[in-house]
């Protein structure tokens, strides 16, 4: 009696063992982008928990983790916030994602809704925060710390098992304009970029030589009175920062196409593909008629209209994961 019962409990664990393999397998939740609006669509309910980093509550997916942590460079201890995947997958790709002026990392993590997207496309995305709150986006009036501080990233990250040769860099406003920083002088180490709500500025192209052009993309609201889509000052327009790429990435043509209003919130987005670039491969713009400074798809932290038509995140991944260095 004792054997048989013995047995029957063997038997018993292992059904339920294989019963709680299935339902974990099953719970995993995939998802697909669409390659139109960026907008992702998942196969399941993601469950999250929101530890606090910095004193704020970061959007953390279960099969994921998020953590902080520093590197010095040039003597000043610099911090960054990582959300991937767990178990860290090997040689997984890295996203970049610079913080507009005055926010945070942890702001700019939650603000992209960059979540979902780094537990369904397995990538690593990590969040640096500018010292102060401030990106030295301008060569013209300010040192290069920040460039050395991303390339410094880079190497620390790709050491911790990130693929070097999928290395990408977006941001949003301040954030932007450092990316655009990065497309000049670091794109040594960055395959592709992403950039939202700003410009170019003149004080970066009177000196902008990248050692390789790199694909970029470009999403700016024609409605935004922080970066104007028709310039002020020292900052290009929308259209004489394209025109600026085009002869730096030898462009040939355009094609523009006008993409699906599906949100009802006076936005509407239009795509200009920039074709036949013999060097960066690609330039793309996406102009959001009526959006105002901020980051489409994502929570509002904006002056002016959040565009709910395209998601900033699932478009500039989507672009950027073609590319490689």
Known sequence: MKIYQAVAALMFGLVLSTSVEAAVK????????DPVSGILTTSGVIRYTYPKINGTAVATPAGTTSYTATITVD????????LRPNPAPASAPLLLLLHPNGTS??????????????????????M??????????DPSNSSADDVDFISAL???????????TRVYAAGYSNGGFMSERLACQLSGKIAAFGIDAAT?????AGVCAPAVQRPKLYILGTSDPIVPYDGVANLYSALNTMAFWVAQQHCGGTVASSLPDIANDKTTVQLT????????????????????HAWPGGLTQSVGTTSQDISATGLIWSFAAAYHR
């Open 105 to 126: 990392a942890e702001t700019m993590t939650n603000l992209t809704e960059v979540a979902p997207f780094v537990l369904t496309q397995g990538f690593w995305a990590v």
């Open 128 to 137: 640096p925060s500018a010292n102060n709150g401030k990106w030295n986006d």
């Open 154 to 164: 880079i190497d620390a990250l790709v050491a911790q098992g990130v693929d070097a």
């Open 273 to 292: 593909d920039y074709t036949g670039c013999t060097a960066g491969q690609a330039l793309k713009l996406y102009t959001v008629t009526g959006g105002g």
């Open 75 to 82: 003597g000043a201890a610099r911090s960054y916030t990582v």
């Open 200 to 204: 170019l500025r003149s004080g970066l």
């Open 26 to 33: 099953a719970a995993v939740v995939t998802g697909n982008i």
